[in-house]
């Protein structure tokens, strides 16, 4: 890359000696001059050419000197470098370009070899200015395209390192986590757009906010839908915790944001979250325009389905025991067995409970319920309709209730 140097002299033949000085390195294109007489010409030449990259200017000049010059240069901000030119016992005025931003400083007369040595220095440094302005540019780039998936703390450490986490494909241990909202599809045929887009957007933007509060990866967004990762594409060895709090999060955040749009009356649904732990193949599938960092493997399927099965049962979180078991004091009630639509092997699932409700006398009276109904003994229905009889928004356990009374034993529930 040629690098653009402006001279700034009134002696009338320093033109003719750079030139010839400098001859091989013009050639080469390493070099190219351009030249002006005072301060004024030089910034005119500065405004009218935006690639300059090195200013080498005198002190003394008529109409605007080298100090002056120097002011103007910091006052604009402009990322110039500057080498100055004084008389070898004007240290005074050497000192004051010094601390108005010059680089280096030559003496006159002129030698040469030293202006040559000094301009080869200066270059290096403009290189190494502009290796670490382009780093950060790219850096920037990088981080205004990686914060809309991943938490602040992890965007800005693959901006800044990207060799840091490994964004190829590869197998690891994880929690994902899926949301829906209920019948949002049909919300959506009756709204407005200048109500549905306000709407959608306060959702998305709080839900993916508390993902990035628990460090939590967004793999996609699909309509009002969340797939979102947890120990990917970072290690985190507690990611069933954070998946866990994540999903209580989100549910607390859910149906608060539901009951306020519905109070303008607008029938939002409620959030649906399913989440599951175990292996995955995860990195970025985009192809070769594209980021798409995302997951596939059975464990996000599961995780899918475990979000889907909430419709059936009347629970807004099912987690999976695979999960909680990687949970430390995991606080939660048993669901059921499930037998997943389109999986033969049974999944134990979780509906998971803040310390508060876990402790609720309602959760106990549950609790005794379900081992009865576990146990497959005859005083389960009794239980369940009880509970119910106390607890009449428990979804879930007039689900059991239903089942009971239809004939149904134990607790393997077959998801349609």
């Not at 993916?208 to 628990?214: E, G, L, P, Q, R």
């Not at 909680?324 to 979780?350: S, T, Y």
């Not at 409970?353 to 005794?368: C, G, H, I, M, V």
Request: aromatic share 8%.
């Amino acid at each position: 890359m040629t690098t653009r140097i402006l001279v700034v002299d009134d002696e009338p033949d320093l033109e003719a000696l750079v030139l010839q000085k400098f001859r091989h390195q013009i050639r080469d294109k390493t070099v190219s001059f351009t030249f002006a007489h005072d301060g004024v010409e030089a910034l005119a030449v500065l405004k009218a050419n935006g690639d300059i990259n090195l200013v080498v200017t005198d002190i003394n000049m008529p109409r605007m000197d080298g100090l002056s010059l120097l002011q103007k240069l910091q006052e604009n901000e402009d990322n110039i470098m500057t080498v100055i030119v004084s008389a070898y016992g004007d240290m005074t005025n050497i000192r004051t370009a010094m601390n108005r931003g010059a680089f280096d400083f030559v003496t006159k007369p002129i030698d040469f070899s030293d202006l040559e040595t000094t301009i080869a220095k200066t270059i290096r440094h403009i290189g190494f200015l502009r290796e670490a302005r382009e780093r950060q540019a790219t850096a920037e780039r990088a981080y205004a395209s990686l914060s809309r998936y991943f938490s602040p703390n992890l965007a800005q450490r693959l901006a800044g390192d990207t060799a840091a986490v490994d964004l190829e494909g590869q197998r690891r241990e994880i929690a994902t986590l899926f949301t829906d909202i209920e019948s949002f599809t049909a919300l959506v045929e009756t709204l407005e757009p200048n109500v549905l887009g306000p709407l959608l957007n306060e959702y998305l933007s709080g839900m993916t906010d508390i993902v990035f509060a628990n460090d939590g990866t967004v793999a996609k967004i699909v309509g009002d839908a969340l797939h979102i990762l947890f120990g990917a594409p970072g290690e985190q060895p507690d990611h069933a915790t954070r998946a866990v709090a994540c999903a209580l999060a989100l549910d607390e955040f859910a149906q608060s944001f539901c009951q306020r749009w519905q109070k303008k009356g607008i029938a939002f649904g409620v959030t649906r979250i399913g989440v599951h732990a175990g292996p995955a193949i995860v990195g970025n599938f985009g192809g070769s325009r594209f980021f798409d960092y995302t997951a596939y493997g059975d464990t996000i399927n599961v995780a899918s389905r475990l979000e889907t099965a909430n419709k059936q049962l009347g629970t807004r979180i099912c987690v999976s025991a695979g999960l909680a078991e990687g949970v430390k004091n995991f606080r939660g009630r048993p669901i059921g067995d499930l037998v997943l639509r389109g999986r033969g092997e049974v999944i134990r699932a979780f509906e998971p409970l803040r310390e508060k409700q876990f402790n609720d006398p309602a959760t106990k009276s549950y609790l005794e319920a379900f081992a009865l109904l576990e146990a497959g003994e005859a005083g389960a229905v009794a239980a369940f309709a009880a509970h119910v009889g106390k607890q009449s928004e428990d979804r879930l356990a007039a689900f059991h209730l239903k089942r009971l009374l239809n004939g149904a034993k134990g607790s393997r529930i077959a998801m349609e």
